[in-house]
């Protein structure tokens, strides 16, 4: 090593050691602090931050920074969070440490397997080469056909099911870019972009998240009014596949290929293609399995005895099988990426600790009510804006269920139409394109090792405002010419 680079690495280290401090000192900054005022709703309704409510929020600034600037590995930052809530008595062990084991937690890790198994049985490669050969040699229609694929399975499963099918999928192609495990700008390109379109995609119908069918649900408790499937499908399809085409074009920019086609990739396919012989037992049974998983968990929207069943306990079955059938090892059990489970858990239990402390709300009225006397379009970029920081944070479910409450109420003093409330909420509630933490598919991308949180956190940002922009054309243009009611008579003020 030069004495230029040793220089370098010494000065990497130190800006480590302040971060790594930085941390901590938030956190004792804001949770003993003296108290925060109330926050006032527009009724008159007050919401007090109680000192577990601003050790909420001292958690959740640590964590973020960590988890930003990768100072430990994320899975550690997530320990971190459990901890901090059992020792500062935020929240009891019991409960701080319950969500690292939450229904969605272990909904991801049975995704993970799934992805495991496809790699292992062959079925990974078997659709890269199939795909290659439609789309050929040039790279940007390697990553336009990649995001088609990824957005296309969010119409018919959850986008963490199909981040966990994508992946692998991508390893196989990323392996014949020639460049072995470098990172390369087309590898960065190639794994945010299948997070970012995950969550685009998995706006568009109710079968690509389930916060879909948890908002409409808050609706029509809230405003009374029933959003059926297909009018929910009517006004997000639209733009959900106008952000896909977006980011394309986003990744074509940041993320230009170094190679601008792969020479004789498609002779190579070709080749792989036919030297894999044809489709082995253990592949058609991953692919059963799976196949009808995801038709299950697809019914329960439409056949309500279904509905019952917990989609992650479902997703489960299959990972049981995987071991009795004999696809899967120890091995295979010890390959799983903890790190990215880890994250994830951790995520669930601050996004816990926020809603149930009541910080998340005590933000949500502050935030809120500032623009309780604003343009009802500002208002309602206003809650979007809200919607979108906090679901890079926690759970996109309760980023809706504590800002769409608030918004319900001020709506009608603007003459604001519920409608375009949750539409937009909805938007930027599954494009959590800021953080790994904000959405699965963001922490299995970043097992690629093809990009650093820093570096999704920077380009997530500029991500986040082009969704911003074509979010306000939606709400001020286009939503109202496909016939939503945007706007009411005022009610009073």
């Not at 302040?18 to 900054?29: K, R, T």
Request: hydrophobic share 60%; with cysteine.
């Amino acid at each position: 090593m030069s004495a230029t680079d040793a220089a370098q690495q010494k000065s990497f280290n130190w800006s480590k050691l302040l971060l790594a401090m930085l941390g901590p000192a938030l956190f004792f900054i804001v949770y003993y602090s003296p108290p925060w005022p109330d926050a006032v709703d527009p009724l008159g309704v007050s919401f007090a931050l109680s000192r577990e409510a601003k050790g909420a929020l001292a958690v959740f600034l640590w964590a973020g920074l960590w988890w930003v600037f990768e100072v430990v590995p994320i899975g550690v930052t997530s320990l971190l969070i459990g901890t901090l809530q059992a020792l500062f008595f935020i929240r009891p062990a019991k409960d701080a440490y319950r969500a690292f084991m939450d229904p969605s937690v272990l909904f991801i890790f049975g995704s993970v397997v799934i992805g495991l198994v496809f790699t292992k049985t062959g079925l990974t490669r078997r659709l890269a080469y199939k795909m290659l050969k439609v789309v050929g040699e040039r790279t940007s229609m390697i990553y336009l056909g990649c995001f088609f694929v990824t957005a296309f399975l969010t119409l018919f499963m959850a986008h963490t099911a199909v981040a966990a099918t994508v992946y692998p999928l991508l390893l196989a192609i990323y392996s014949l870019y020639g460049e072995g495990d470098k990172v390369t700008k087309f590898g960065k390109g190639l794994f945010i972009g299948m997070a970012y379109v995950a969550g685009a995609g998995s706006i568009i119908c109710l079968l690509g998240a389930a916060r879909g069918i948890v908002a409409l649900g808050f609706f029509k408790d809230l405003a009374g009014q029933d959003i059926s499937f297909f009018q929910y499908l009517y006004y997000n399809a639209p733009l959900g596949f106008l952000m896909v085409g977006l980011l394309w074009c986003f990744m074509m920019f940041f993320f230009k290929p170094e190679k601008s086609t792969i020479p004789g990739l498609r002779k190579k396919v070709e080749e792989l293609d036919k030297s894999m012989g044809p489709i082995t037992k253990n592949e058609k049974l991953a692919a059963g399995i799976v196949l009808s998983v995801i038709a299950f968990m697809s019914l329960q929207s439409f056949i309500p005895a279904l509905a019952p069943y917990n989609k992650s306990a479902v997703l489960l079955i299959s990972t049981i099988t995987f071991f009795v059938i004999k696809i899967l090892d120890i091995n295979d059990l010890e390959a799983i990426p903890w790190n990215i489970i880890l994250l994830f858990a951790g995520a669930m239990s601050i996004g816990f600790c926020l809603w149930e402390t009541g910080a998340a709300q005590w933000l949500a009225v502050n935030w809120l009510t500032i623009f309780k006397e604003a343009n009802w379009f500002v208002f309602v970029m206003s809650i979007a804006f809200f919607v979108l920081i906090m679901t890079n944070f926690i759970m996109n479910v309760a980023a809706i269920a504590i800002s769409l409450p608030v918004a319900l109420v001020i709506a009608p003093y603007l003459g604001v139409a519920g409608e375009v409330v949750l539409f937009a909420s909805l938007a930027t509630a599954g494009m959590p394109f800021v953080l790994l933490v904000g959405a699965a598919p963001n922490a299995i991308a970043y097992d690629s090792k093809q990009f650093t949180s820093g570096e999704f956190f920077k380009y997530g940002i500029i991500a986040s405002v082009m969704l911003m922009v074509v979010l306000s054309l939606f709400v001020m243009f286009i939503w109202p010419l496909m016939g939503m009611q945007v706007t009411l008579p005022v009610t009073g003020g």
